[in-house]
């Protein structure tokens, strides 16, 4: 039972460098989030796809696309990598029967930009 | 601007008493509310939520408030304990947007 895998668990880039953060999830859950973690500022929401075929900005989507590849994995691109985009980044997952169901989270990706 | 607030970035209490965390909220919308704590180097759990229409949830050592005139909830942790020790995240939905907000996170130290 992986639940939310995130790949790879850490990362160091160059600035101006290119990078996709994978996610997959293997609880045929409908949405998929994208958030990252910074000291002193929680977790901010980049981007989410509430179901299969659909992505919204979140509020920090500035320097990100994604893509809702299948129901199953959601990916975040950085194009060219800056250095104020070096955080943790969280993936998580919702069911979504109903509105009122919690996210389920993966490890985090740890990512450094030189 | 924040929508969900944490005031307090760090909290500690003795083993065995309660500890009390706190999240504020400006959106009247919100109908769903959710805490998570959080270890190093790993992703937030899932801890307790609460609906708009109540305003007490239980399980276990955990308790959830939810005073919606004052847009104010609270965490009580009865007795703490060193596991307990951990980042807590408050979170918050409005219906029918699958679009959770979170606070700044308070960090909970238990001394043994």
Known sequence: NAGVTQTPKFQVLKTGQSMTLQCAQDMNHNS????????GMGLRLIYY????GTT??????????????????????????????????????LQRLNSNQP???????????? | DQQVKQNSPSLSVQEGRISILNCDYTNSMFDYFLWYKKYPAEGPTFLISISSIKDKNED?????????????????????????????????SEPGTYKYIFGT???LKVLA
């Open chain 2, 60 to 92: 276990g050592r955990f308790t959830v408030f939810l005073n919606k005139s004052a847009k104010h909830l609270s965490l009580h942790i009865v007795p703490s304990q060193p596991g307990d020790s951990a980042v807590y995240f408050c979170a918050a």
């Open chain 2, 105 to 107: 996170g308070t960090r």
């Open chain 1, 103 to 114: 996210q389920h989270f993966g490890d985090g990706t740890r990512l450094s930009i030189l």
């Open chain 1, 32 to 39: 998929m989030y994208w958030y990252r973690q910074d000291p």
């Open chain 1, 49 to 52: 796809s509430a179901s299969e």
């Open chain 1, 56 to 93: 919204d900005k979140g509020e920090v989507p500035n320097g990100y696309n994604v893509s809702r590849l299948n129901k199953r994995e959601f990916s975040l691109r950085l194009e060219s990598a800056a250095p104020s985009q070096t955080s943790v980044y969280f993936c998580a997952s």
